[in-house]
């Protein structure tokens, strides 16, 4: 099974970074370049265990639809997501926040499994890792510039 293991290194309170990467409306502006909205489950603000929200976006040329849910929580350490419906075979998504001197390190396990047997992992090895993986750095990337900000008030503060 193909793993994504991304660390990433964020200027910014652990407690603060755990709550972005959960945060409904700022994984919709990372994705902004593939349409993707939250559409149905928990759709607005921080989501919890035991809750799923289902994304609509457009990613390789088509419209598609990823339910996943969150299977695991410690705040303000670790969670996990899981993919209950969409186009993988399976999907977890592991997020680990550590608090360092000077910040938070981030780090991501996507572990994944394609359908379709040998032409699925062959599109995978040729095209899908690579793509998959921009896309986490580029929402990484994102949560890094926000947490680093103070854009992430308006998301957190109330």
């Not at 705040?75 to 910040?103: I, L, V």
């Given at each position: 099974?193909?793993v994504?293991?991304?660390?990433?290194?964020i200027?910014?309170?652990h407690d603060?970074?755990?709550?972005?990467a959960?945060?409904?409306g700022?994984?919709?502006?990372?994705?902004?370049?593939?349409?993707?909205?939250a559409?149905?489950g928990?759709?607005?603000?921080?989501?919890?265990?035991d809750?799923?929200v289902?994304?609509?976006?457009?990613?390789?040329?088509?419209n598609?639809?990823?339910?996943?849910?969150?299977?695991d929580?410690?705040?303000?350490?670790?969670?996990?997501?899981?993919?209950?419906?969409g186009?993988?075979?399976?999907m977890?998504h592991?997020?680990?926040f550590?608090?360092?001197?000077?910040?938070?390190?981030?780090?991501?396990?996507?572990t994944?499994?394609?359908p379709y047997g040998?032409?699925g992992?062959l599109?995978?090895?040729i095209?899908l890792?690579?793509?998959?993986?921009?896309?986490?750095?580029?929402r990484?990337?994102f949560?890094?510039?926000?947490?680093e900000?103070?854009?992430?008030?308006?998301?957190?503060m109330?």
């Amino acid at each position: 099974m193909p793993v994504i293991h991304l660390t990433s290194f964020i200027a910014a309170p652990h407690d603060r970074v755990f709550d972005l990467a959960r945060h409904i409306g700022l994984h919709q502006q990372s994705m902004q370049g593939h349409h993707e909205e939250a559409v149905a489950g928990t759709r607005f603000g921080l989501i919890e265990k035991d809750e799923t929200v289902t994304w609509r976006a457009r990613h390789l040329f088509k419209n598609r639809l990823l339910r996943v849910k969150i299977t695991d929580m410690k705040r303000p350490d670790s969670f996990s997501d899981m993919q209950m419906q969409g186009d993988f075979k399976s999907m977890q998504h592991e997020h680990h926040f550590k608090p360092c001197e000077n910040g938070t390190i981030m780090i991501d396990l996507f572990t994944y499994e394609v359908p379709y047997g040998f032409f699925g992992r062959l599109f995978d090895r040729i095209y899908l890792h690579g793509y998959m993986t921009r896309l986490l750095q580029r929402r990484n990337e994102f949560i890094k510039k926000t947490a680093e900000s103070d854009q992430w008030k308006p998301l957190l503060m109330k």
